[in-house]
């Protein structure tokens, strides 16, 4: 029996501190029937679905796009909403019913799911192909993915009751979803709508730029449809002139170490969808990637040519002739102490939250007894569903693995109370901070069963796929029904939702992830040169690291002796511990300390263009919010304050869309 429906309102009800702590669950339950839930109305329906489905699809496909290039996954909760919500005014404008703040909440519930499915491929799934040098079959990729998903979403339900229902914990970017459709659906509206008209015009001006900038567009347009000889498009080098002044003569070739700029990968470029990414990630995360970078390739790197540490592919250094290329860098020497810095800076980071641990604890325990009737039970998703599903789902993808990537079974299954183990500490992580620590999560498994088979790369880097794909799903699916819980939503039908954008995520990103990375590829060739190129578009920084966690973990247990020189030890340690002093001191000044050790080490693996991109978009916003800060009334604030988050993902979304569109056109048109 459903209760009454609640009239529409302003403002969203919550509960003091003091309720939070005194109150039992049965009470905060009632209180939710009686003052948030918001009874019948419209939520999980087939026009929602359907448009989380589309919209999962296209922001699955950004996020592969920026993740192969930056290594993050951006949050693509906000950009759903928003996208809903001006989608169905205009077509409301049109005849068209529109849609509920719950329908708007269904949506984003399906697109994100579907956004987050994109992880696992850029990071573990791609170390793994390059570890074994074989191209992943789809059906492997989409079916394995879409389990771990699954069970994924089956293990944060129980977790659900005592994180949102209990403790009532607040999940800050879940949170902001909920506030952000409040004010879209309350009498604040009209700012909703500016923000989606500038959004969508930020994605109009982007997507144009690179779409004359896009090589293959600019050719099908020109020679093949307009018969002119040769085509032209905006150069995506900034320094494009210079050089070619430099081969005329008329300017000198910059070069370090007698090693020529360009090859050292220092050249800034015209990357919008970057440019958007560091609005998003801001500026002292930025800047961390900008001296990281600059330590790297300005620095370290050509003192260790000159020493004779990175020698060249080919030709000589004496006569300027050396062959080296940022990838083979990196690849031989650079992304050690890179690793060193994230994997310590991002265990200390785990590690110095002891809440997180507390709270873990008490919820694997259950201290806090529940004795009162389960007055939500017609709405929640049924106990018995998770208690039989992650078992069965579990006990599935454990025989996936040992079918698929030769993981012993009782690896695979040792791997399941570790999964459960992560997750709580994930979405424990999340619900306190909104960030989920998988990077450093995943290495607990890479190490723990890499070390008991040191042999077999695929053991640990499919046991830290399984671990960092469902605690990850599970902490982001807690994170999208935190909004739902602050509106008044049936989480039955949230987790429908999460389920539909996992198969969406999976349909739109694994062939996506064939035509854009492995069109190149031909067997017996190089998988990992065919998907990241020297001068490539696509680096892969997550699956780099993981690759190269894989690696010391084969060199430090194995018995073929070790990869690492005496230099790259060296520089390790150093590493090592400029990463602990830095996260301390981060942690002890309160996130106030400007540097961040997890974003310098990030500089080292990603692109010097795309690090020089998104440090220009990061000072850009930042100098808009600092001259805009005390204009409150000012257009100036509404666009570059109120509206900073829908103008960069809508750059984001703009350049990456029509920079996978380019792709596709060289792939099956050239």
Known sequence: MSATPVPERTGIPTLSEEEIQTWSRERKDRWWLDSVYRGDMRQLTLRAAATGFLLGGVLSATNLYVGAKTGWSLGVGLTSVILAFSIFKLLSRLGMRDMTILENNATQSVATAAGYMTGPLVSGITAYMWVENRPLPWMQMAVFNVVLSTLGVLVAFPMKRRFINDEQQPFPEGRACGVVLDTLYSSAAAVGLFKARALATAAALSGFISFISGPAYMKLIQEKWLGIKSAWHLPHNLD??????????????????????????????????????????????????????????????????????????????????????????????????????????????????????????????????????????????????SWVGIPVVGAVGVWLGHLWFGVPIVFGAAAIPMIVLLTVIAASSTALTGITPISALAKIPQFTFGGLQPKHPATNLMTGVMCADVSSHAANLLMDIKPGYMLGAKPRQQAIGHVIGIVSGAIASTPLFFALFLADYRPGGSIQTAMAPEGGQFSFPSAVQWKGVSDLVTSIFGAGGTLLTRSIVISMIVAGVAGLVLEVLRIASRNRFPLSPLAIGLGVVVPPESTLAMFAGAFFFWFMERRYHGKKESRGHLLWIETHDPICAGIVAGAALIGIGDVLVKVFVF
């Open 240 to 385: 494009e002139w210079y050089y070619k002044l430099a081969e005329k003569g008329y300017l000198p070739i910059p070069r370090l170490a007698n090693v020529d700029l360009r090859q050292l990968g220092l050249s800034p470029a015209l990357d919008l969808a970057m440019f958007g990414a560091g609005g998003l990630m801001g500026l002292r995360s930025a800047t961390s990637m900008l001296l990281g970078m600059l330590l790297n390739f300005v620095v370290i790197a050509p003192w260790m040519i000159a020493r004779g540490e990175i020698a060249p592919k080919s030709g000589s250094l004496a006569d300027g002739t050396a062959v080296f290329g940022r990838a083979y860098i990196v690849n031989s020497w650079s992304l050690w102490w890179g690793i060193a810095i994230m994997v310590v800076a991002s265990i200390v980071s785990l590690f110095a939250k002891p809440e997180i641990f507390v709270h873990a604890f008490r919820s694997l325990t259950g201290r806090k007894r529940e004795t009162g009737a389960d007055v939500l039970a017609h709405i929640e998703l049924p106990l018995w569903v």
